[in-house]
T-cell receptor, first 116, second 114 residues
Framework: DAGVIQSPRHEVTEMGQEVTLRCKPI?????LFWYRQTMMRGLELLIY????????DSGMPEDRFSAKMPNASFSTLKIQPSEPRDSAVYFC??????????????FGQGTRLTVV | AQSVTQLDSQVPVFEEAPVELRCNYS??????LFWYVQYPNQGLQLLLK??????LVKGINGFEAEFNKSQTSFHLRKPSVHISDTAEYFC????????????FGKGTKLTVNP
């Protein structure tokens, strides 16, 4: 398997523009996570899905952020309108439930977003 | 509240020296524990995990970690580091009986000097 695939790897956009980040999870994984990484706040969980259904979106910073998972092989994270403080690396991760109930997350390479 | 603390934000060491990266967690329920490594401009890669059984866990690249329930710790160790171990290391926890999400520590940047 090619692993978790994210696109684009880098995105530079102007403040106010819409940004869409994309993720293809590992086939067979039934959990998908979106994380944001910044120097100040470290790794923050934004939202996660189970079987394409959003389970916990309490980490989504505000209404400008939205995420969808229309099918098991694709998810998007959208920011509209974007602001400079949204600049960060956004990671997508997928996982499956291990025996005993734990999950082990596999991460994509990330999308480095810069909003100017 | 459930949380993960990595006590050291930066750890500089010389090549071939031993290293220990510390991780403590706070939880009222049993946990699963993970260490991830992040090389520059890369995603996170799993180093090792503790789910149950032996408290000493061996991972990739010669790393190991020991789960200490009484001290709520899961410190990462390597007896002799290489320049190529320079990276950021993250401790993560998920909570039995709870949600499937991982809670990450702030990370420890390990710099191995020649």
């Amino acid at each position: 398997d090619a692993g978790v695939i994210q696109s684009p790897r880098h995105e530079v956009t102007e403040m106010g523009q819409e940004v869409t980040l994309r993720c293809k999870p590992i086939s067979g994984h039934d959990y998908l996570f979106w994380y944001r990484q910044t120097m100040m706040r470290g790794l923050e969980l934004l939202i996660y899905f189970n079987n394409n259904v959003p389970i916990d979106d309490s980490g989504m910073p505000e209404d400008r952020f939205s995420a969808k998972m229309p099918n098991a092989s694709f998810s998007t994270l959208k920011i509209q309108p974007s602001e400079p403080r949204d600049s960060a690396v956004y990671f997508c991760a997928s996982s499956f439930r291990l025996a005993g109930g734990s999950t082990e997350a596999f991460f994509g390479q990330g999308t480095r977003l810069t909003v100017v | 509240a459930q949380s993960v603390t990595q006590l050291d934000s930066q750890v500089p060491v010389f090549e071939e020296a031993p290293v220990e990266l510390r991780c403590n967690y706070s939880s009222s329920v049993s946990v699963y524990l993970f260490w991830y490594v992040q090389y520059p401009n890369q995603g996170l890669q799993l180093l090792l995990k503790y789910l149950s059984g032996s408290t000493l866990v061996k991972g990739i690249n010669g790393f190991e970690a020991e789960f200490n329930k009484s001290q709520t710790s899961f410190h990462l160790r390597k007896p002799s580091v290489h320049i190529s171990d320079t990276a950021e290391y993250f401790c993560a926890v998920s909570f039995q009986g709870g949600s499937e999400k991982l809670v990450f520590g702030k990370g420890t940047k390990l710099t191995v000097n020649p």
